[in-house]
């Protein structure tokens, strides 16, 4: 039983470039989240999807994209990677309901020169 | 919008002193409330949790009470080791199922031995 695992650990862009962040849970979780982690910011929740089939935008979605795959998998794109995107990135999943616990992957840290 | 607002860091205590990190909250229904921790290099992980008033969450000698008088979620600790060096973050899940959440800045802790 893996939980939520991410890929890559680490990622270097540059100004311009594309990439996707990948996130699987095998935890049979409806849920699943995408989140920027910066100094002094705390967590901000750029997408989420509810369930299979539905994604709704978090705080600050802009210049990402995402994609619910099935219910295991949540990809992240960043079509044209800006050095403002420079962060932590976590996927978190959570079973049915707001009030249930989420379960966070490892992180990929992001820089974009 | 809800929010969760907490005590800045860094804190800095010596090892066996009593923790309190403060957290305080604005919703407009009835949230469930926890607290989170994050290890250098790792995602976070649940620490605890409370889902009404008056209930309170515990976990690795860690406390906290969900006050909704106060609307505050103060996590305390009796006796800090070394090893709960981390970053702390207080969460609300919003109650109208929307399955977001919400979380505080964060609150460093460094425990010296």
């Known amino acids: 039983n893996a939980g939520v695992t991410q890929t890559p650990k680490f990622q270097v862009l540059k100004t311009g470039q594309s990439m996707t962040l990948q996130c699987a849970q095998d935890?049979?979780?409806?849920?699943m989240y995408w989140y920027r982690q910066d100094p002094g910011m705390g967590l901000r929740l750029i997408y989420y999807s509810a369930s299979e089939g539905t994604t709704d935008k978090g705080e600050v979605p802009n210049g990402y994209n995402v994609s619910r795959l099935n219910k295991r998998e949540f990809s992240l794109r960043l079509e044209s990677a800006a050095p403002s995107q420079t962060s932590v990135y976590f996927c978190?999943?959570?079973?049915?309901?707001?009030?249930?616990?989420?379960?966070f992957g490892p992180g990929t840290r992001l820089t974009v020169l | 919008g809800d929010s969760v607002t907490q005590m800045e860091g860094p804190v800095t205590l010596s090892e066996e002193a009593f923790l309190t990190i403060n957290c305080t909250y604005t919703?407009?229904?009835?949230?469930?409330l926890f607290w989170y921790v994050q290890y250098p290099g790792e995602g976070l992980q649940l620490l605890l949790k409370a889902t009404k008033a008056d209930d309170k969450g515990s976990n690795k000698g860690f406390e906290a009470t969900y006050r909704k008088e106060t609307t505050s979620f103060h996590l305390e600790k009796g006796s800090v080791q070394v090893s709960d060096s981390a970053v702390y973050f207080c969460a609300l899940s919003e109650p109208s199922g929307t399955y977001k959440y919400i979380f505080g800045t964060g609150t460093r802790l460094k425990v010296l031995a």
């Open positions: 935890m049979n979780h409806n849920s």
């Open positions: 978190a999943s959570s079973g049915a309901g707001g009030n249930t616990e989420q379960f």
């Open positions: 919703a407009t229904g009835y949230p469930s």
